[in-house]
């Protein structure tokens, strides 16, 4: 499975941005999806996880209420909304599908986008 993340850029605080992950087969149905982020000097972090069917999903606790993860197997896409974004936010931001049809914090991904760059003016 090949990923492609898009979506990023520069917005100020309180704004909001959209990512996609575009993965390149079907089979990335089967396979939770997660979004992770990586800021400069720290390491990456998982950020949003949603099972294969969408059912169940999972979020960083700095982000809960802001941003919602959601994705359109029928597409071969996943999504990252991030409203209210604060400079904290400011990273690399990364999609990566699951070995698995579930997406947890620490699970196992095995495929990932090459990352899409997010920067939050304060």
């Known amino acids: 499975v090949q990923l492609q993340a898009s979506g990023g850029g520069s917005v100020q605080a309180g704004g909001s941005l959209r990512l996609s992950c575009a993965a390149s087969?079907?089979?990335?149905?089967?396979?939770?999806m997660g979004w992770f982020r990586q800021a400069p000097g720290k390491e990456r972090e998982f950020v949003a996880g949603i099972s294969w069917n969408g059912a169940a999903t999972t979020y960083k606790g700095s982000v809960k209420g802001r941003f919602l993860i959601s994705r359109d197997n029928a597409r071969n896409m996943a999504y990252l909304q991030m409203n209210s974004l604060k400079s904290e936010d400011t990273a690399v931001y990364y999609c990566?599908?699951?070995?698995?049809?579930?997406?947890?914090?620490?699970?196992?991904?095995?495929?990932w986008g090459q990352g899409t760059q997010v920067t939050v003016s304060s």
């Open positions: 087969r079907r089979t990335f149905s089967n396979n939770g």
């Open positions: 990566a599908a699951a070995i698995g049809a579930v997406a947890p914090q620490n699970g196992v991904y095995k495929y």
